[in-house]
């Protein structure tokens, strides 16, 4: 049996009591939601602004998720996290609803370097033939075939076509899209051996959504950092419906409501009692132990593969400022990607000194690792004499595993993706996230708030 399966029997076999809680420890909700990410604190914002009593359960001490800042002595900041958010009216509206100044999402530096990372040489750039907006456009006449994908969720129909499921780079031979390879990858970089992954994840990670947003206006960012956002987010949730540091140790649902123990991490615990449950972080069998999971439900959840993904904000790394160094691998075409393990690039911040990276690898990739991957490329570099590089600080770093949940072609040619939505609403629990809708925070917070309509609070 596998490790998933024997985690869900050992949470079944759990009593669950709820017995021994004061009344104090005891409360009672609207809607529990698990998971204080983009999502969650997008949809508890909009229950409390319809008027619903909200518990929001997050496992961090902030908000935010993915949305990461490191703010400097010198007043400048860096997201190294989540950058920005589509310019459009979804992002805008949330945006004005907690009153957050905005401005344009200005890339640090438009000149590029290439460096294979694997060697620490400088290399020729890619076969990026096309610029960004001609590949994009290029790109999405190709994909418009599949606009069911439009709204970035996994509305597949019955029979999903099989050029969905083969490799991306028989998709990119069909349709000559060598010379877009660098707009792709830059957006889905996240699925990692892209041009060997089913066309269906690289579509989920830049599709047609993705495409419109970046044509019909860019991205915005709050002006004073990502975390700006979600700490006047925090402040409209108010505190005393935000359980910082906190995880669900046991869980029972029926058709009527939830009940949910949840153990803080300084080992207090309370007892919710809500009418709706709202999952948010991907259902994945370790991050949903403890919960009274059905077979159907078991069976879906433990068919996912993911990714690891690493973000960081780096200094004293001896690059000159205001460039970036794009990770070039001319071995693997078409594009010259980088294969897992890979840092996507040494990205300049705008403020000096500051780099940024995104680390992309397979899902027993650590931190450590990650760590170590950023110094042992420095250090390549340096030995070459490309860049007078030195050891560098890591002045920020955050895990965003897993990323980029798969199941098999298989799976997916089954009709899994239909029966995963299929379980909205059943035991009063419903989902939302990027195992649902792809990982861009405001195609998410679009479909989120459909999933609040079919609450029916």
């Known amino acids: 049996m596998r490790l998933e399966g024997l985690l869900f029997l050992a949470a079944a076999c759990i009593a669950f009591s709820t017995g021994g809680f004061n009344a104090e420890d005891v409360v009672t909700r609207d809607v529990c939601i698990l998971g204080g990410g983009a999502t969650g604190t997008y949809a508890a914002v909009q229950l409390r602004e319809k008027g619903h009593s909200v518990a929001l359960v997050e496992k961090k001490d902030r908000l935010g998720g993915h949305a990461e800042t490191l703010y400097l002595p010198s007043d400048k ?19 004005s609803q907690l ?6 999402l200005l890339p640090g530096s438009i000149i590029i370097e290439n460096v294979n990372f694997n060697t620490g040489k400088r290399v020729l750039p890619g076969n990026e033939l096309l610029g960004t907006i001609a590949g994009a456009i290029l790109y999405r006449t190709a994909i418009e075939q599949f606009n069911y994908l439009s709204t970035g969720a996994y509305y597949l ?24 390879m660098g707009v792709i990858f830059m957006f889905a970089e996240n699925v990692g051996d892209i041009l060997n992954a089913p066309l269906l994840y690289v579509i989920q990670n830049f599709g047609i959504t993705h495409i419109d947003a970046l044509l019909g ?10 975390d700006q956002l979600f700490n006047k987010a925090a402040n409209y949730i108010a505190e005393e419906n935000i359980f910082y540091e906190t995880t669900v140790s046991q869980a029972k649902r029926n058709s009527t409501g939830v009940e949910m123990i949840v153990k803080n991490a300084d080992g207090t615990r309370k007892l919710i ?19 009274d999971l059905r077979p159907e439900e078991s069976t879906l959840f433990s068919k996912w593969n993911h990714k690891s993904y690493y973000a960081a904000a780096i200094t004293n790394t001896g690059l000159p400022d205001g460039i970036n160094v794009a990770n070039t691998n001319p071995d693997n075409q078409p594009g010259s990607l980088p294969l897992p393990p890979f840092q996507w690039q040494m990205e300049y911040s705008g403020v000096p000194g500051y780099f940024m990276s995104k680390i992309v690898a397979d899902g027993n990739f650590t931190a450590e690792d990650a760590k170590e991957l950023i110094r042992s490329d420095l250090k390549r570099m340096g030995k070459t004499g490309v860049y007078r590089t030195k050891e560098p600080e890591i002045a920020a770093f955050a895990s965003h595993s897993p990323e980029t949940l798969i199941v098999s072609t298989d799976d997916v040619r089954n009709g899994f993706y239909k029966k995963l939505y299929a379980l909205q609403g059943q035991q009063s629990t419903f989902y939302t996230g990027y195992t ?21 609070l």
């Not at 009692?273 to 919960?291: C, E, Q």
Request: glycine residues 8%.
């Open 77 to 95: 900041y860096v997201n190294y996290g989540v950058e920005g958010y589509f310019n459009n009216d979804i992002t805008k509206n949330f945006f």
């Open 99 to 104: 009153n957050v100044d905005y401005e344009a």
């Open 157 to 180: 129909p019955d029979k999903v076509p099989e050029a969905l499921l083969r490799p991306f780079h028989e998709f990119v031979e069909e349709h000559a899209l060598q010379g877009a």
């Open 217 to 226: 206006g860019g991205y915005i960012r709050p002006k004073n950092g990502t």
């Open 273 to 291: 009692r809500a009418k709706k449950l709202l999952i948010t972080f991907p259902p994945t069998a370790s991050s949903l132990t403890g919960f």
């Open 436 to 456: 649902f809708c792809t990982d861009y925070s405001t195609p998410l917070w679009n479909y989120t708030s459909s999933v609040l309509d079919m609450m029916d």
